[in-house]
């Protein structure tokens, strides 16, 4: 990967000669996106990454409307290429054991956007910073950002730290913050607001040899609901015989009131409680150590200031159910580079500009979060289905990440009536 490593000053903090016109910092796919796109366009981009890629992240399934935003980044020939298991559906099973019919994404959109990967964070992630560089972005790994540096309520640049710990300090006209869930302007300014129902949290390994479906199936997202509805399995498969298998529920719930370190424990408790997923891990070995996230759910009062600008989970993070996390990375990536460029080439770096995209982003947001707080509620997708057959085709849209277009609204009016009567009746 081509790439810039310029040493560092000696001693104290400097400013460098050659400014850029943006400044990324975060090496993950939000950040890569809007530094692509922004290079692309002919304007000076340094990208920092405070880690050494390959790293490890979690979310791994890709759902069909990234293929828009990777094509714009020219990422298809290279996942087309690559060893990713190709995902064309997703099903639920509920908390019975019962499948439910699989939603393929084909059959709904005749297009090859409609088939998507399942993919190892590490790899893809290193792809995308890789494609980064070669689309021109300065990319600088193992450098931390130590804070953004504001003029006022501008942000003007960052002060970095190297491996060595030496510092210094690089301005630039824009300031787009892709730093992950440590979200430096989030914290800085005071801006996380944490979702008052989602409140998740997240056990998860990977095993080796467990099942797989075959043919279409092979590289569906299964989402398995535990008994007693208190929480649902991911089971996402991925090459070289690997699936990614984990727990989601409600933090208290999961961290409580039992040893909050012990993750083995607390993975097989809840294996325990869903026979299907014990079913499909017992043909398998683990093949990783045990990993947890708790309390997730929240995002940013707004999306860009003077000066700056937040993307991916800097931004925000809504909930693994649906798989839309890396959807939404990109999509706030694009659409912060859009904003960047245009208020670059007239001079316009103020928040209104930089932010003219956060009404729509939330909208769609919002759109799946409905989506996912409905599953919550208890509600039975297949069961609304087919009351109201006319409608699948729009939750087959939002669940391939279509989540920007009004006519979408209706649908959602129904299911949050659905949720309400069945709301109803379990109170009864």
Known sequence: MAKTNDAFPTAGISLMTTQPHVIVIGGGPSGTTAATLIAQKGYRVSLFEREKFPRFHIGESLIPQTYWVMKRLNMLPKMKSSHNIKKYSVQFVGSSGRLSEPFYFVDHKPHESSQTWQVRRSEFDQMMLENAAEHGVSVHEGVRVLEVLFEGDRAVGVRLQDESGQERVERADVVVDASGQSTLIQGKLGLR??????????????????????????????????????????????HDNIVSVGIVASYDYLFKNRDSKDFETIYHEEVEKCPAVKERISIGKR????????EYSY??????????VLVGDALGFLDPLYSSGVLLALKSGELAADAVCEGLAKGDTSRSQLGCWEADYFRGMERMRQLVCAYYSGLS??????????????ITDLLIGDLFRPELDETLRLINEAVQAHTAVEAN
């Open 193 to 238: 607001e944490w979702d008052p129902i989602l409140k998740k949290a997240a056990c998860w390994t990977y095993w080796e040899g467990a099942h797989r479906d075959v043919g279409r199936d092979e590289g569906a997202t299964v989402v398995l609901q535990v008994q007693g509805k208190a929480g649902w399995f991911w089971y996402i498969p991925l």
């Open 287 to 294: 093949a990783d150590i045990y990993r947890a996230a708790k």
């Open 299 to 308: 995002r940013a009062k707004q999306v860009a200031g003077n000066g700056w």
């Open 381 to 394: 997708f297949g069961r609304f289905v087919s009351q109201h057959p006319h409608r699948k085709g729009d």
